[in-house]
Antibody, heavy 121, light 106 residues
Framework: EVQLVESGGGLVQPGGSLRLSCAASGFTFSTYSMNWVRQAPGKGLEWVSYISSGSGPIYYADSLKGRFTISRDDAKNSLYLQMNSLRAEDTAVYYC??????????????WGRGTLVTVSS | SYDLTQPLSVSVALGQTARISCGGNNIVGKNVHWYQQMPGQAPVLVIYRDTFRPSGIPERFSGSNSGNTATLTISTAQVGDEADYYCQVRDSSTWVFGGGTKLTVL
């Protein structure tokens, strides 16, 4: 079964850091590009970051202003999101999402169940 | 940045056809994808590249894209279709979501 499982969320104080993980299974992780998407409580979906398969490009939402870093470890079938200088507005459920296979398939075909990050003092 | 505009809510009578719009500047030039999100659950892809259905998605779900508006159509709406629906496109090196539409089946 194709599956993505996020972990690492929790309560963190403003200005703090957190590292999210996403464990992939059921598919050849190294051949897929991956994303993080977040959803603030009661709000819509917001794309956060993209990392290509192999040594390809990495992209971030402009709103993050360099505070977040996406990475992957293909040997461990894992995706990561390092979040620094966290703010209250970063409070959200963070989803790991797989990009569709193929040249022009810029959609998210598999999603994890998400992990909740709460930034509060 | 590219903006996508969706109605906050759409209501449809049981068994009738629901249409959810997604507006964007010359959106016909982009591939539009649609997601269904049930309360407390992760989003699920229901339409990709304007008109294609992933395996396991009922034929009642269809999509179209023309001019400045893309549309998700749900025929013979069921109570189980009540959810939030989001459109999404890729714009340069970013991915953009619409604000989401809450579908209510009356």
């Amino acid at each position: 079964e194709v599956q993505l499982v996020e972990s690492g969320g929790g309560l963190v104080q403003p200005g703090g850091s957190l590292r999210l993980s996403c464990a992939a299974s059921g598919f050849t992780f190294s051949t897929y590009s991956m994303n993080w998407v977040r959803q603030a409580p009661g709000k819509g979906l917001e794309w956060v970051s993209y990392i290509s398969s192999g040594s390809g490009p990495i992209y971030y939402a402009d709103s993050l202003k360099g505070r977040f870093t996406i990475s992957r470890d293909d040997a461990k079938n894992s995706l990561y999101l390092q979040m620094n200088s966290l703010r209250a507005e970063d409070t959200a459920v963070y989803y790991c999402a797989r990009r569709g296979w193929g040249l022009n398939n810029w959609y998210f075909d598999i999603w994890g169940r998400g992990t909740l990050v709460t930034v509060s003092s | 940045s590219y903006d996508l505009t969706q109605p906050l809510s759409v209501s449809v009578a049981l068994g009738q056809t629901a249409r959810i719009s997604c507006g964007g500047n010359n959106i016909v030039g982009k591939n539009v994808h649609w997601y269904q999100q049930m309360p407390g659950q992760a989003p699920v892809l229901v339409i990709y590249r304007d008109t294609f259905r992933p395996s396991g998605i009922p034929e009642r779900f269809s999509g179209s894209n023309s001019g400045n508006t893309a549309t998700l159509t749900i025929s013979t709406a069921q109570v189980g279709d009540e959810a939030d629906y989001y459109c999404q496109v890729r714009d340069s090196s970013t991915w953009v979501f619409g604000g989401g539409t809450k579908l209510t089946v009356l």
